[in-house]
């Protein structure tokens, strides 16, 4: 007894499968079980023993978890490819934003000089100027969110067995992204917080 199991792609239903043996029929396939780390010379092995079997025929093996690794190859595919693509955008928005902050601080180096004279405290120079960056982030969030689900909802719609999507993915990459935001940021700005407030007065 089998328990079923998907045997074609995944964007198919699992189907009714038949597994026959009969002594009578032609010997097409060969399924055999040998150890990973003796891959190699089972090969061999069983290759002397098909051209004893069949030397006619053309031997043409092939490792099960390979042929699996190909059917699933697309998937594996356009994975690498939102992984790459996901990754090179974070890289380039931290990078951005980076830069921003730099341009904004170094813009707002009187300002941040005057209230530190006047008491203002790290804490509140900091949450100054992250505030607006933080406002940006969560606009880019609202505007993303509702794309990001109606083209993953989809992709997805292309398989059988597939995951339903939950706010909850969504709250924790807006989460995520305003934490790269933060730590992006914060360097530049809390360095900016902790200056003299006497030499950010010169500077202008």
Known sequence: MLKDYNFQDLNREIAPLTISVDPNWDLYYAYLKVAPNTASQSYD?????????????????????????????????????????SIIAIVLSCIGLFAMSILVVTQRTKEIGVRKIVGAGVTNITLLLTKDFLILVGIAFVIATPIAWYFTNEWLQNYVFRIELSAWFFIASGILSLLIAVATISFRTVKAALQNPVKSLRTE
């Open 45 to 85: 092995a069983i290759e002397k023993a098909w051209a004893n079997i069949e030397p006619n025929a053309e031997f043409a093996a092939s490792f099960l978890d390979e042929n699996i690794d190909r059917t699933f190859r697309n998937e594996k595919r356009l994975t690498s490819m939102i992984t790459s693509g």
